[in-house]
């Protein structure tokens, strides 16, 4: 099933932790709405990103497989509203996060992960908040990765 001209919804659900233990990702009806918005979201970032393709590496989780992957209970993944991707075509995800910091895109939250992926999230509150994780913690703002 297609959310946007670019994504569908197995690549909005797909997960490793699922597959590997037998977990179902399948999203409720109420979710599948949020995942669209979600989408038509990832295609304002991909033409931001000069048409490079987005892999996802997780989006929707259902509370099982949010807990096989160590997420947080609150997680916007959990409610249909987060995105983990990388566009290896484009750059690293600094590069990317910085790219969207400095767009008209509006987040929740826009995470610099592990110097690995970019954490977006589209929930309502749209609080703009700008983090990098790393091995040292939870930072504001976005920051080259601490190995």
């Known amino acids: ?13 797909v997960s490793a932790n699922a597959a ?3 977990l179902d990702n ?6 599948i ?3 669209k918005t979600v989408a038509q979201q990832l295609e304002r970032i991909r033409e931001l990103l000069g048409g490079k393709p987005i ?3 997780s989006c929707y989780r259902s ?13 916007a993944h959990l409610e249909g509203w987060a995105v983990d991707f990388v566009c290896p075509d484009y750059g690293t995800p600094l590069q ?3 790219r969207l910091e400095r767009s008209a895109i509006t987040f929740d ?12 999230s589209f929930d309502p509150r749209r609080r703009g908040q700008l983090l990098t994780i790393d091995r040292g913690g939870t930072r504001e703002g976005l920051h080259e990765a601490r190995s």
């Not at 959310?3 to 659900?13: D, Q």
């Open 1 to 13: 099933m297609h959310m946007s001209e670019h994504f569908t919804l197995a690549e909005m659900t």
């Open 20 to 22: 590997r233990l037998g």
């Open 26 to 31: 399948t999203p409720p009806p109420e979710i």
């Open 33 to 35: 709405a949020r995942l």
């Open 55 to 57: 892999r996802i590496t």
């Open 63 to 75: 509370p099982d497989v949010n807990r096989a992957a160590g997420g947080a209970k609150a997680s």
């Open 96 to 98: 990317i996060a910085e």
């Open 109 to 120: 939250q826009l995470i610099h992960e592990h110097g690995v992926w970019v954490h977006i």
